[in-house]
């Protein structure tokens, strides 16, 4: 029996990198994705500032990131720290990603819990992250796929919502339940009426489970992507890992961990959710952006008129007569929208993808 | 007496190019004027244009600009035909630079008739443009101070309006007009009353006169300045030039010809107005260089959106969920506004000012 006198004994976190994050465009690109970026003026990338959240928890070599081929050098240069890197050949979403992981490290250590954290969120509150994590792992040690879900500060629409059922009874966990159901982002009135209730939280996409656990859901539920990940596994600490990396990867279903594993089980179950009372983003759009305080270029001339005005090139920004208005300029290229409007900026990569400018996404 | 066999011999026109454009900035800036930006897209700058147009008219060496010294080498570059250069050594409005074309050439040629000109309007119709020109000279004659009332072609509040009084009868010259008064940019309803009247027309500041009866005029009403111009055109084609330049241009009045001639001339029944039945507009502010014609950026992504978008630097601008906008980008600055905002754009040239920012402006 392992010893888990210390509570993050065998805890490993694994950090998914991946997503360009289209609605930042132009900050944002598919060669320069959100979570390489310092979005709120902090000095670190949301990258580096997820790391500092997890490091702070567990030693280095117990932190994984999962990227693809194109990311794997600007990480190394960000994280000098980091040790373990996987480095997918092509992207087939989260639960390929946080599978093969699982499967390396639970062969590695089988008493291991791992905990999945997206590399471009933000999170404020340190202590209570800790605590939220600390409650998950214990909840997980128990045999249940843990999710952390967040309290919310108001009813948005721009998030997931998990609904909370019955209280469990795990030590050193006393506030967890078990999830009653995932849902997906919704309308208005529904969200305020989730809000109202009590019993929903988001759903950070934050999930802690024992790697044998994961796997056993995974064999049962995408029998041919566990398959897929053993085989990779298998050879990962051998000389053929590239090889059958090469011929298996591109044939693993792509599907996120939501969809293969927290979904399914839930209805099972097999799902908990903790509490995490700590502020938290996903920064989707400009509007979070503003909102988890990015500020404007200090030059910006504002003539009766307000909103975010970013100047990357350092060039001054001058709005007259426009409210709750979104300005980024980069050196190639120059977004103008509104907060309200914010969530449309995808479409702008969407129309430069179909003009062929493939050098602006 | 001299022989007026072709109407427009002895004709010289006279072209003040000065002001900085403020409501076009950042296209326009004290170091890179209105007049001399390619603001259409024709290939041509404004003072270009009306260089194009007057010498249509009339041989190259009866054209003559007034300028500052900071523009002399900018406009000697862009019109090398051009032969007579008044440079100023400072700006002291549009009735100093008119009087002393008049007074140098009157003193050159008795028989003069000047007409000052823009250096930054747009004007379209070639041959109305003559046919207005030739009637005002062949009215100019007869000792009246003659202008161009240019045919609205809507009740405009961007412009100072002309009110015609009796028909004048002078031949070669059948439509014009005793000027009644001369009216400041109206409100929106008188604009339109105006317009309804038929009676008013829009002042296009091009005024037409001899030479002899304008410096009448301002002997009697600015006899300063007249004495002033007096001295410094007596020194004129003489190497003494420079040093009474030096010496008395700074003690001249500051003055518009509107305010030291065109107002109280007309109260006095002088003044006399024909119609321009051509297209003309000042291009004011953004809205205006867009009813003009000037065109997006080709590259631009409109989501949603609609407006005049420049990246004068070629790079890729997208607008999302705005109507109407503006938006206007420099290597060194960016300005987004809408078409109704567009007069306060020089606002941010004052703002700016006020921050010591004199490289932006």
Sequence with gaps: ???????????????????????LWPLSRASRPKFLLDLDGSGRSLLQQTWDRLVDLIPPERIHIVTGAAHADAIRAQLPELSSLFVEPSPRDSMPAIGLAAAVIGARDPSAV????????????????AEAVGQAVAVARTGLVTTIGITPTGPSTAFGYIESGDLLDVVDATSARAVATFVEKPE????????????YSWNGGMFVTRTDVLLKHLARLQPTLHAGLA??????DTSARQDVLDSTWPSLTKIAIDHAIAEPVSLEGGMAVVPGAFTWDDVGDFAAL?????????????????????????TTIAVVGLHDVVVVRTPDALLVTTRD??????????ALKDRGRTDLV
């Design 1 to 23: 029996m392992p010893d888990f006198s210390s509570p993050l004994e065998s805890f490993h976190a694994v950090i998914p990198a991946g997503g360009a994050g289209t609605r």
């Design 114 to 129: 791992i905990g999945s954290f997206a590399a471009d969120h933000v999170i404020d509150d340190q202590v209570s992250f």
């Design 188 to 199: 208005a009135d529904i969200a305020a009426a989730y809000v109202a209730s009590g019993s």
């Design 231 to 236: 085989a990779i596994a298998g050879a990962w």
């Design 290 to 314: 503003q909102d988890i305080g990015a500020a404007s270029s200090p030059e910006t001339v504002w003539i009766d008129a307000d909103g975010l005005a970013i100047a990357e090139d350092g």
């Design 341 to 350: 409007q914010a969530q449309r900026v995808k479409d702008v990569v969407a």
